[in-house]
Each structure stands twice: as structure tokens, then as C-alpha cells.
């Protein structure tokens, strides 16, 4: 039989997350020496080894993420505004209280909030250019 183009041979398919034998072999095969691997990893890291450390550390803390930055700016309401919010993350970053990363985000709002104030004084222009023809 010929398939039509995008159709399956085979519509039911594997279910969603199911594994193939190897994978399952394996998984198996690390969860019976998973306390005796994980206590010789720690006690590789308690002597010194900086591999098997970094390995206990990268597994007990997730990932960094976003975290709230805690960053008085002023009302960006006016382009003044927006300047203003700009300078005061650009001094943060000079001081050492926001981290590059962080400060760039911050810049990116505000850089959002400029570009829709922007629009939203072209839209009032153009309305009152129309109104008066």
C-alpha cells in the first residue's frame, strides 16, 4: 500500500515520552548504583576534585534564572522620563549595585516603553494632521 504524502503508516504511534530498551537498560542500570555513584561523587568533592564538585553543585542548584531587580526608576511616561531611567541604570551599573546582564534587561523595557510612546505620539500627529484637512 502507498502512503499519501503526511500520512503515517502508523497513526497510533509510540506514546508521548515512551523509551526505547537501551534508554530504559541504562536508567536501570544507573538507578540500582545511584546512592553508591552519588556518594562517591561527594566524597570525590570533599577531597578536592573540582570536576566531581562543580558535578554535586550543578545537580543541587538549578540553573540561575531571572531574579526581581530592585531598581527605583522614575516615571517613563515623557522622553525626559525615559532619559532619566536610562541614566539611573547606567549609574547602578557604574556602581556595582546591577549586574551588566540585568542592566540590559532593565534597558530593553525601558527601551519597549520608548518605542511605544513613540508610536502612540505618531498616532496622536497623524489623527490631528487628518482632523485638519
Given at each position: 500500500?502507498?502512503?499519501?504524502?503526511?500520512?503515517?503508516?502508523?497513526?497510533?504511534g509510540?506514546?508521548?515520552?515512551?523509551r526505547?530498551?537501551?534508554?530504559?537498560?541504562?536508567?536501570?542500570?544507573?538507578?540500582?548504583?545511584?546512592?553508591?555513584?552519588?556518594?562517591?561523587?561527594v566524597?570525590l568533592?570533599?577531597?578536592?576534585d573540582?570536576?566531581?564538585?562543580?558535578?554535586?553543585?550543578?545537580?543541587?542548584?538549578p540553573?540561575?534564572?531571572?531574579?526581581p531587580?530592585?531598581?527605583?526608576?522614575?516615571?517613563?511616561d515623557?522622553?525626559a522620563?525615559?532619559a532619566?531611567?536610562?541614566?539611573?541604570i547606567v549609574?547602578?551599573?557604574?556602581?556595582?549595585?546591577?549586574?551588566?546582564?540585568?542592566?540590559?534587561?532593565?534597558?530593553?523595557?525601558v527601551?519597549?516603553?520608548?518605542k511605544?510612546?513613540?508610536t502612540?505620539?505618531?498616532e496622536?500627529?497623524?489623527?490631528?494632521l487628518?482632523?485638519?484637512?
Amino acid at each position: 500500500m502507498v502512503w499519501a504524502k503526511g500520512q503515517s503508516g502508523n497513526p497510533a504511534g509510540k506514546p508521548a515520552g515512551a523509551r526505547n530498551k537501551s534508554t530504559r537498560m541504562v536508567l536501570a542500570i544507573m538507578e540500582r548504583g545511584a546512592k553508591e555513584i552519588t556518594e562517591a561523587v561527594v566524597k570525590l568533592a570533599k577531597e578536592g576534585d573540582l570536576s566531581a564538585a562543580r558535578l554535586v553543585i550543578e545537580r543541587l542548584l538549578p540553573p540561575a534564572k531571572d531574579r526581581p531587580i530592585f531598581l527605583e526608576l522614575p516615571e517613563a511616561d515623557t522622553a525626559a522620563g525615559i532619559a532619566q531611567a536610562q541614566a539611573v541604570i547606567v549609574r547602578a551599573v557604574a556602581a556595582g549595585e546591577l549586574l551588566p546582564g540585568d542592566a540590559a534587561t532593565l534597558a530593553g523595557i525601558v527601551e519597549v516603553r520608548r518605542k511605544a510612546l513613540e508610536t502612540q505620539e505618531l498616532e496622536q500627529r497623524i489623527a490631528a494632521l487628518e482632523e485638519t484637512k
